[in-house]
């Protein structure tokens, strides 16, 4: 069975930083473009990054370039989102979702993980 | 600051037609935007239904077909079940970029 489990929620002050873990299992992680998605408490959803199956191209929305970072260890099946300079406004449930084999252009985004909550509160 | 505009709500009979479109701020929608469509259920995590425009997944029930319709990606919900009752969330490519349109709540009723 596919599945992704997203993991490094929690609550942090803003300004402060926290790494969100996506752990894969039951399909071969190293042949699939993957992305974060988040959607804040009662908002719809919104892209946030993807990265290829090698790590490059990687791209970013423009309310996460400069302060999160996207990564994958194909080794340990898994994905990684660095976030720096939290603000309030990046409270959401984050998403890791499942991108495609191939060009990234037509993924299909065909499996999500169930979410891991970041609350940014002072 | 692209804006993906979709209908805010919309409300079907059971066993009725409803179609969803899905319109960019750049200009006409085409099949080089590759539109996906998503489903989300209250409590739950989206859904894929579609994507590349009209693909269905194999979980995807054969009453939901993606189009382009009038320079929009379109999804139509056709002999629509109680189940269907959900928010529809359509999301377009921009270069590597991609953007989720501001969804649609479908009632069944």
């Known amino acids: 069975e596919v599945q992704l489990v997203e993991s490094g929620g929690g609550l942090v002050k803003p300004g402060g930083s926290l790494r969100l873990s996506c752990s894969t299992s039951?399909?071969?992680?190293?042949?699939?473009?993957m992305n974060w998605v988040r959607q804040a408490p009662g908002k719809g959803l919104e892209w946030g990054s993807s990265?290829?199956?090698?790590?490059?191209?990687?791209f970013y929305a423009a309310s996460m370039e400069g302060r999160f970072t996207i990564s994958r260890d194909n080794a340990k099946n898994s994905l990684y989102l660095q976030m720096n300079s939290l603000r309030v406004e990046d409270t959401a449930v984050y998403y890791c979702v499942r991108g495609g084999m191939g060009a990234t252009k037509d993924d299909t985004f065909d499996v999500w993980g169930q979410g891991t909550m970041v609350t940014v509160s002072s | 600051q692209t804006v993906v505009t979709q209908e805010p709500s919309l409300t079907v009979s059971p066993g009725g037609t409803v179609t969803l479109t899905c319109a960019s701020s750049?200009?006409?929608?085409?099949?080089?935007?590759?539109p996906n469509w998503f489903q989300q259920k209250p409590g739950q995590a989206p859904r894929a239904l579609i994507y590349s425009t009209t693909n269905k997944h194999s979980w995807t029930p054969a009453r939901f077909s993606g189009s382009l319709l009038g320079g929009k990606a379109a999804l139509t919900l056709s002999g629509v079940q109680p189940e269907d009752e959900a928010d529809y969330y359509c999301?377009?490519?921009?270069?590597?970029?991609?953007?989720f349109g501001t969804g649609t709540k479908v009632t069944v009723l």
């Open positions: 039951g399909f071969t992680f190293s042949r699939y473009s």
């Open positions: 750049t200009g006409a929608v085409t099949s080089g935007y590759f």
């Open positions: 990265i290829s199956s090698t790590s490059n191209p990687i």
């Open positions: 999301m377009l490519y921009y270069g590597g970029v991609r953007v």
